[in-house]
């Protein structure tokens, strides 16, 4: 009957099919987007961008075969979250209703209940083929009164419903970190996505967190961000890389620009070294950074400073009274960084100071003083993430770095423990000081270098017109 | 609001849109094709019939293996689309099974799994492979393809 072999065909739907969250930041801290066909919460207090980041996906994935569906449930009505999206660059009015429909199930949940949501997804999928849906607030389904039982009941035919179409869900909610534990979306979830805000006094920071993602590798820990008119700008955390490959092979030597310094260590800095430099308000630390910088120019190199303290202007003038023309070694490759510890957001300076690095050719750099950047951050240890991971950075780049610390503020415990770790992940380490024979002298020391034979004693240390020098 | 259903049979529907592009997709019996369904997800069991009756087909279920084989002993489907896993029997031994018999020579098997068994299936004498979840044109349009291609066969053997 049957000459011919029947050929088996074959339609694999892609496992690692990704859906873009529309901001290339986020899918890189995703690995590459929301997995295909799966459901996704997205927690976080009120105002967080739950909505704006929902939004801003939606309108990157319209297609005009498959529609995308937002659903409204019991706490946001319809008109204030279409109102509030019209501010944002990527909203497009013409794909309203067609590619992105919204619906309003507000009245729907509270006469019939919790099975509403279903019904109309389940008519959804027959009758509109979704690519994406979107619930919002899904947190808002448990304020209808319901036995933990028929919550359970509910989430799983929720769930079975949705995994059994080819659909993406998005479950937005104004969920705490003890309702993870609590309800069952968590556990049918494939992505859990935190966004969280922190009031300052000046200023809010913003996270975004992943806190679980299925079969796919994602960066952890917090990742800043802000809204801004084209949605959620993220600075995505850096992560120390695995191996800093040139970091071994760096046997050069820096002149620091200080005379005498270099005996002192050895014969100079190692290239892609950090070196921290701690001291008292006027002991020289920047004196000794500017040295470092401008010597780097005079050797072409390109140099970064960067300052929290002094603007380009008067950075310019201290520039001016080591008897350098400030305009000449801007030519020639300095390049002066400055931003106001009070508007300063740590993560924005991180991706300013990688970019200057990367596009720039930095061959040096100063920090002056990183106790600036932990002052504005609330939270310190993330701080020190950063500069870590930063630090390792710049070695695999073959950067040198010197970092300044302002020490003894009246000794108390928190500078001491900066100071310890900030010279615990510092490869050396010099501390200034005021004399305690001489009145109006300063002294030097090189407390550590690490892989030479530095000299361990206290030397004295002057500033005059020609600068700073070890005498 | 459409209710979910639970039945395990959905009777025909009345013509739809889709049906009017149906070309050809009909038994040996002279009726609407009729599609096996093994599936045991109640969700993708009832989205996949409405799906598959909308476009003209015939839909009986099957919850497990051994059912199904009986069933389709009976009613000689011509596309039995089953889960690999299954009760009783998973879906490519009752795969096997099928093209083992003679008198089910003629009926088309489609494996529709959440694994991604393509080459065990095809090991199993299946026709086509699909992998989850639903999507309902693909289902469709390979459900078709299908069933033309079991025309060409037959017309094959008629002229043989």
Redo the contacts between chains.
């Keep these: 009957?049957?000459?011919?072999r029947?050929?088996?065909?074959?339609?694999?739907?892609d496992?690692g099919a990704r859906v873009q969250s529309g901001n290339p930041q986020a899918d890189e801290i995703l690995g590459g987007g929301f997995p295909a066909?799966s459901i996704n919460i997205v927690m976080g207090q009120p105002g967080t961008g739950k909505t704006i980041f929902a939004e801003q996906m939606l309108f990157h994935n319209a297609d005009a075969d498959r529609p995308s569906l937002y659903v409204t449930t019991l706490s946001e009505p319809l008109s204030k979250v279409v109102s509030y999206v019209q501010r944002f660059d990527f909203f497009e009015a013409d794909r309203l209703g067609v590619e992105i429909q919204y619906e309003d199930l507000g009245s729907a949940l509270s006469e019939e209940g919790p099975n509403?949501l279903?019904?109309?997804i389940?008519?959804a999928?027959?009758t509109k083929?979704p690519k994406i849906v979107v619930v919002d607030s899904f947190r808002a389904i448990h304020d209808l009164a319901m036995s933990s039982e028929d919550v359970r009941r509910f989430v799983s035919?929720f769930a079975?419903?949705l995994?059994?179409?080819?659909?993406t869900a998005f479950l937005l909610g104004e969920y705490s970190q003890e309702d993870i534990r609590r309800y069952p979306e968590f556990a049918v979830a494939d992505s859990i996505i935190e966004l969280a805000r922190q009031p300052l006094s000046s200023r809010d920071e913003r996270y975004l967190r992943v806190l679980k993602l299925r079969g796919s590798g994602y960066r952890e820990g917090q990742h800043a961000f802000r809204i801004t008119s084209a949605g959620l700008e993220l600075y995505p955390r850096l992560v120390a890389p695995r191996v800093p490959e040139h970091y071994e092979s760096l046997s050069e030597r820096l002149p620091t620009g200080v005379p005498g310094l270099d005996k002192l260590m050895d014969g100079g800095l190692f290239a892609g070294s950090t070196t921290l430099v701690v001291g008292m308000t006027g002991a020289g630390k920047t004196t000794i950074g500017l040295q470092f910088a401008l010597e780097g120019v005079k050797r072409g190199e390109r140099v970064l400073y960067i300052n929290f303290q002094e603007n380009p202007a008067q950075l310019r003038r201290a520039i001016a009274s080591l008897g350098v023309d400030p305009n000449k070694m801007q030519d020639q490759g300095l390049i002066l960084l400055y931003a106001s510890p009070v508007e300063l957001q740590i993560d924005s300076i991180v991706v300013e100071i990688f970019e200057a690095i990367e596009t720039g050719g930095v061959r040096r750099l100063v920090i002056d003083a990183v106790g600036d950047l932990a002052a504005a951050a609330s939270d310190v240890q993330r701080v020190h993430d950063y500069l870590y991971s930063l630090i390792q950075h710049f070695a695999a780049r073959g950067v040198t770095t010197i970092l300044t610390l302002e020490s003894g503020e009246g000794f108390t415990g928190t500078a001491i423990l900066q100071e310890q770790r900030f010279s615990y992940m510092s490869d050396n380490l010099i501390n200034l000081a005021w004399s305690g024979t001489k009145v109006g002298h300063r002294t030097i020391r090189v407390v550590k270098m690490r892989g030479s034979a530095h000299e361990h004693a206290v030397r004295e240390f002057e500033i005059d017109a020609r600068g700073a020098r070890v005498t | 609001?459409?209710?979910?259903h639970e039945a395990s049979k959905i009777g025909p529907r009345p013509e739809s849109q889709l049906q009017t592009r149906l070309s050809a997709a009909t038994s040996s019996t002279g009726g609407k094709a009729l599609i096996l369904v093994v599936e045991r997800?109640?969700?993708?069991r009832e989205?996949e019939a409405?799906?598959l009756n909308?476009a003209g087909f015939g839909v009986e279920f099957a919850a497990d293996g051994v059912d199904a084989l009986d069933q389709a002993r009976k009613l000689r489907p011509d596309i039995v689309i089953t889960e690999v896993l299954v009760p009783k029997m998973d879906g490519l031994a009752l795969c096997r099974s099928v093209k083992q018999d003679p008198n089910l020579?003629d009926t088309v098997v489609l494996v529709f799994s959440i694994l991604?068994v393509?080459s065990r299936?095809?090991e199993a004498g299946?026709?086509?492979?699909?992998?989850?979840?639903?999507?309902?044109?693909?289902l469709v349009d390979?459900v078709r393809?299908?069933l033309k291609?079991r025309g060409?066969?037959d017309h094959?053997?008629d002229t043989?």
């Design positions: 009957m049957m000459t011919e029947r050929r088996t065909d074959t339609i694999t739907a496992l066909n509403a279903i019904e109309w389940d008519e999928i027959k083929s035919r079975g419903l995994s059994a179409y080819d659909v | 609001m459409r209710r979910v997800d109640p969700h993708v989205l409405y799906f909308e020579r991604a393509q299936a095809r299946a026709d086509a492979f699909l992998m989850k979840p639903l999507a309902e044109k693909r390979t393809q299908l291609l060409k066969w094959a053997g043989a």
